[in-house]
């Protein structure tokens, strides 16, 4: 604990301290409490959206084979060509959010490819836009923990260090000028006491 200096100066410097740190801490309560839902919120999200992957994943893993036997290459397809990510702000933090997702237009001989390519290659970009989409969800959690994290440091820091250290600063404070002004006022009574002990001795001679 840094040493301070006893005076009532230093005891309004210590209030005003108090004062402060007494009106941000609701704030980053409330903000802790935000992160802490939204985290909740995002996660609910990611497992919604995981499942739906998933059983997607297990319907084409039942043909996709085909694409193999069907002598048509649909990889630069279905790769990404562009995956937009908007920025939008949660109590304080920049957080990603999926926007939309672009392929390059597919161009293969109708008369020579299977007629189900279309669907194939349709059903395999829905499969990697969920993917970009749980990507993009896996970072907003990442962001919104990494901030709760900050946020709850704070909030400790100011209730169980900053708040704690300044009333018991003003308390230390008070007792000595208290202690201080009953001295004076001590030494005040003794140095009456020997005017008037002084004043009745030249009364009296």
């Known amino acids: 604990m840094a040493k301070i200096k006893l005076t009532k100066g230093e005891l309004k410097k210590q209030r005003d301290s108090l004062k402060q740190f007494r009106r941000y801490l609701p704030t980053l309560q409330l903000k802790k409490q935000q992160l802490q839902m939204k985290i909740l919120e995002a996660r ?17 893993g039942e043909w996709v084979n085909l694409l193999g036997d069907s002598q048509v290459d ?3 397809w279905i790769t990404p060509k562009q995956i937009l ?5 949660i109590a ?3 957080v990603p959010v999926f926007n939309n997702i672009h392929f390059d237009q597919a161009q293969y001989d109708l008369y020579s490819t299977p007629f189900w390519i279309d669907t194939g290659i349709q059903e395999l ?9 749980i990507n993009v969800i896996k970072k907003q959690i990442e962001t919104l923990e990494y901030e709760l994290r900050i946020t709850t440091q ?3 820091l100011f209730e169980k260090v900053k ?28 140095a009456k006491k020997k005017i008037m ?3 009745l001795e030249e009364v009296f001679t």
């Open 125 to 133: 970009r829905l499969l990697v836009t969920y993917l970009a989409e």
């Open 154 to 156: 704070r909030v400790n």
């Open 197 to 199: 002990e002084k004043n």
């Open 74 to 76: 649909v990889r630069e």
């Open 92 to 94: 304080g933090a920049n």
């Open 85 to 89: 990510v908007d920025t939008i702000n």
């Open 44 to 60: 609910t999200t990611l497992n919604q959206k995981l499942s739906v992957f998933y059983k997607k994943e297990e319907l084409i």
């Open 163 to 190: 708040i704690p250290e300044c009333l018991n600063n003003v308390r230390v404070i008070r007792i000595y000028l208290g202690d201080q002004q009953a001295n004076a006022v001590g030494v005040s009574k003794v």
